[in-house]
């Protein structure tokens, strides 16, 4: 890397951790450190519009999106290929979360990490993904009864993929690489994610209604046609999850946070949940809990033959709202929507679900869980008819 870059990589750093110098030239984001790198000058001389082309190039190397004609057109080339990297992480990840143990990898997390620290034929996707866990093996033991009265027990060894804290994804990734990850780029790994993964929820302070009959019960009596993932059915899943009390925790996606899950999120989001530790043991422990994609999710993860949430079932993929969002063929902005319950409504890092009676099913951040709040004056920006579901 040229002295040239290396000082702009510098500077963007230095503008991105002083709040005094980001708020007068904009977000410094997406260029850091990427196969944008060569873009950070450029953005630093948009002075306050510079925000407006980061969010842009986000877009793009995130959810595939266009960006405006000022951006140079020989950067497409770079940004393309990011995004095609970040198919293969996604696909590594699934795979990866096949045969994991302690709730799995989060695909945003590891496409951030790469976003900052890849610029381009470091590591291989595959290769990133592998220092984010550690393969051990199991073993599980089965008591048999015989047809003469005795028991057997039979033993089955099999492979786990665990999870590694975020410290040891930073050690494992600095050998990998052959260098130190520093603390900025720490620091803007973990702004990336935040802005990609962001909870537009949190942030509410309106009106809303919990609901008033807590359960850990799922129910599916009211649905027309359990054997689909279907619109209709997509709202009954919904207020049934209101009407319990669910309650919210990032990353999960409608199961009882037992002690285990709830140290695995505490391990998999150590600022998301971890700064919310207290409130949850006190009002969510051993309760159903979701995000607000998650509840979504729940729904097309969910078998309705034996009531089990089962990750990345059904054809429904793990993704965040924002990239459910950009996957929608059928969007529009909230002045088209239709009067179709089962749409999605959806605003930058949130989603809800629209029931009818201009009402909707959010999972609106800890504080909150899940609530039912008017579509009107909310905010929203946009509905979509949710990939995988059917609006038939």
Same mark, same amino acid.
């Given at each position: 890397?040229?002295? =040239?870059?290396? $000082?702009?990589?510098?500077?963007?750093?230095?503008?991105? +951790?002083?709040?005094?110098?980001?708020?007068? /030239?904009?977000? &410094?984001?997406?260029?850091?450190?990427?196969?944008? &790198?060569?873009?950070? $000058?450029?953005?630093?001389? %948009?002075?306050?519009? $510079?925000?407006?082309?980061?969010?842009?190039?986000?877009?793009?190397?995130?959810?595939?999106?266009?960006?405006?004609?000022?951006?140079?057109?020989?950067?497409?080339?770079?940004?393309? #290929?990011?995004?095609? #990297?970040? =198919?293969?992480?996604?696909?590594?990840?699934? #795979?990866?979360?096949?045969?994991?143990?302690?709730?799995?990898?989060?695909?945003?997390?590891?496409?951030? $990490?790469?976003?900052? %620290?890849? #610029?381009?034929?470091?590591?291989?996707?595959?290769?990133?993904?592998?220092?984010?866990?550690?393969?051990?093996?199991?073993?599980?033991?089965?008591?048999?009864?015989?047809?003469?009265?005795?028991?057997?027990?039979?033993?089955?060894?099999?492979?786990?993929?665990?999870?590694?804290?975020?410290?040891?994804?930073?050690?494992?990734?600095?050998?990998? !690489?052959?260098?130190?990850?520093?603390?900025?780029?720490?620091?803007? &790994?973990?702004? +990336?994610?935040?802005?990609?993964?962001?909870?537009?929820?949190?942030?509410?302070?309106?009106?809303?209604?919990?609901?008033?009959?807590?359960?850990?019960?799922?129910? /599916?009596?009211?649905?027309?046609?359990?054997?689909?993932?279907?619109?209709?059915? !997509?709202?009954?899943?919904?207020?049934?999850?209101?009407?319990?009390?669910?309650?919210?925790?990032?990353?999960?996606?409608?199961?009882?946070?037992?002690?285990?899950? !709830?140290?695995?999120?505490?391990?998999?989001?150590? @600022?998301?949940?971890?700064?919310?530790?207290?409130?949850?043991?006190?009002?969510?422990?051993?309760?159903?809990?979701?995000?607000?994609?998650?509840?979504?999710?729940?729904?097309?993860?969910?078998?309705?033959? @034996?009531?089990?949430?089962?990750?990345?079932?059904?054809?429904?993929?793990?993704?965040?709202?924002?990239?459910?969002?950009?996957?929608? +063929? /059928?969007?529009?902005?909230? @002045?088209?929507?239709?009067? +179709?319950?089962? %749409?999605?409504?959806?605003?930058?890092?949130? &989603?809800?679900?629209?029931?009818?009676?201009?009402?909707?099913?959010?999972?609106?951040?800890?504080?909150?869980?899940?609530?039912?709040?008017?579509?009107?004056?909310?905010?929203?920006?946009?509905?979509?008819?949710?990939?995988?579901?059917?609006?038939?």
């Amino acid at each position: 890397m040229s002295a =040239a870059a290396t $000082a702009a990589i510098k500077a963007a750093l230095a503008i991105f +951790t002083d709040p005094k110098a980001r708020k007068a /030239v904009g977000w &410094i984001l997406v260029a850091l450190l990427s196969p944008l &790198i060569l873009l950070v $000058a450029f953005l630093c001389s %948009l002075g306050s519009g $510079a925000a407006d082309h980061n969010h842009q190039m986000m877009d793009y190397c995130f959810y595939g999106t266009t960006y405006d004609g000022e951006i140079p057109a020989e950067f497409e080339g770079p940004m393309s #290929s990011m995004r095609t #990297s970040f =198919a293969s992480l996604d696909s590594a990840v699934t #795979s990866v979360n096949a045969s994991a143990e302690s709730g799995g990898l989060d695909p945003t997390q590891v496409k951030a $990490a790469f976003f900052v %620290l890849c #610029s381009g034929g470091e590591m291989t996707p595959e290769d990133f993904v592998r220092c984010f866990y550690t393969t051990t093996d199991r073993v599980s033991s089965t008591t048999v009864n015989n047809p003469d009265g005795t028991q057997t027990v039979q033993t089955q060894s099999y492979v786990v993929n665990v999870p590694s804290s975020l410290e040891t994804v930073y050690d494992n990734l600095a050998g990998a !690489l052959g260098r130190e990850i520093t603390p900025e780029e720490k620091k803007t &790994i973990q702004q +990336t994610y935040a802005q990609i993964a962001g909870n537009g929820g949190e942030l509410y302070d309106g009106g809303y209604l919990r609901g008033s009959d807590p359960s850990v019960e799922l129910d /599916v009596s009211t649905f027309t046609d359990p054997a689909t993932k279907n619109a209709h059915d !997509l709202v009954e899943y919904a207020i049934h999850a209101w009407d319990s009390g669910w309650g919210y925790v990032w990353g999960t996606y409608g199961n009882v946070l037992t002690e285990d899950l !709830l140290a695995s999120k505490l391990q998999q989001y150590p @600022d998301g949940v971890g700064q919310y530790e207290d409130f949850i043991r006190a009002n969510w422990l051993n309760g159903r809990t979701t995000d607000c994609v998650g509840l979504i999710k729940g729904y097309g993860w969910l078998d309705p033959n @034996d009531l089990k949430i089962e990750y990345g079932t059904n054809g429904m993929p793990d993704i965040g709202a924002n990239t459910m969002y950009h996957n929608a +063929t /059928v969007k529009g902005s909230m @002045d088209t929507m239709p009067d +179709t319950p089962g %749409l999605a409504v959806w605003m930058e890092g949130h &989603i809800g679900v629209y029931i009818g009676g201009g009402e909707v099913i959010e999972a609106s951040g800890t504080k909150k869980g899940v609530i039912k709040t008017q579509l009107a004056g909310r905010g929203w920006q946009a509905w979509l008819e949710v990939p995988y579901i059917n609006y038939d």
